[in-house]
């Protein structure tokens, strides 16, 4: 297929590069080859605390958006200093924990402004995770003792990221339509979990392809290991373009 460069840029602001690697040349190779596809690169706490200031700066020297999944979760005054601090340090997305609450979300929100407003840029990306992927309705039950569906107590924290100010939230594809109805299409939805039907499924549970999450409503993909250890990665990745692109909500 023939794909025009309207659509193109469509695609590529929606991808999100995981890069979980161990070394920084690793990370470097990746930018280097996927940077056309990919719009924003994603660095983890695995790359982050090893080679921080480092790795930062050779994505920001890129035209791609730098994410940094720190996953902030502390009282509000210290993660209000530390957001701040995530933006000064070149982030234009990144993210904390909606269940560290309201005030702790309202603070990063605050502390991002203000450093968006010093470096004269626009307001970052923040998202809230929600739930880790990881806590099933028995940890919540057996070891929380609370007594809630998982996916309604998504949603109640996505609503209160939503009043906090925050742009929207990390979640399953399986929940993207669910989050839109409840707090707006503007809130904006990522998806991790992505494998389209030819990749591995890893350790990856929930999982869906890149075209369903995206007829689902997910603004954002997170794409690792279905690129990253693809024999051909350039070839991984127009795969992905070809299948997201006959999506006819792109077409308009
Ligand atoms: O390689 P893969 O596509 O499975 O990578 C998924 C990425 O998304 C990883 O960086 C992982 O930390 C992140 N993630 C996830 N599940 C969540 C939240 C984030 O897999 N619930």
Request: aromatic fraction near 6%; proline fraction near 3%.
């Amino acid at each position: 297929m023939q794909m025009n460069e309207i659509l193109k840029e469509k695609i590529k602001e929606k991808i999100v590069l995981a890069l979980d690697v161990k070394e920084f040349d690793e990370a470097k190779t990746l930018v280097d080859e996927l940077s056309p596809y990919v719009g924003t690169f994603k660095v983890g706490l695995q790359l982050y605390t090893k080679y921080g200031n480092e790795v930062v700066d050779y994505i920001s020297g890129k035209n791609a958006n730098f994410f940094l999944d720190v996953k902030l979760h502390d009282i509000p005054n210290t993660v209000e200093k530390a957001s701040e601090n995530v933006v000064l340090r070149g982030a234009n997305f990144f993210n904390v924990h909606a269940t560290g609450g309201l005030k702790m979300m309202e603070a990063a929100a605050r502390g991002a402004k203000k450093a968006a407003e010093k470096l004269g840029k626009k307001p970052p990306i923040i998202l809230a995770v929600t739930m880790l992927t990881s806590i099933s309705e028995e940890v919540m039950k057996d070891e929380f003792e609370i007594e809630a569906d998982v996916s309604e107590f998504a949603i109640r924290l996505a609503k209160l990221a939503k009043k906090a100010g925050l742009t929207g939230v990390v979640a399953s594809s399986l929940e993207a339509r669910k989050i839109k109805e409840a707090c707006g299409a503007d809130f904006k939805v990522l998806c991790p979990g992505i494998r389209p039907e030819w990749s591995a499924k890893d350790d990856q549970k929930r999982i869906a392809t890149p075209k369903f999450a995206i007829g689902e409503g997910a603004d954002y993909l997170v794409i690792g290991r279905a690129v990253t250890k693809a024999e051909s990665r350039i070839g991984a990745m127009e795969k992905i373009y070809e299948e997201i692109g006959e999506l006819e909500c792109l077409q308009r």
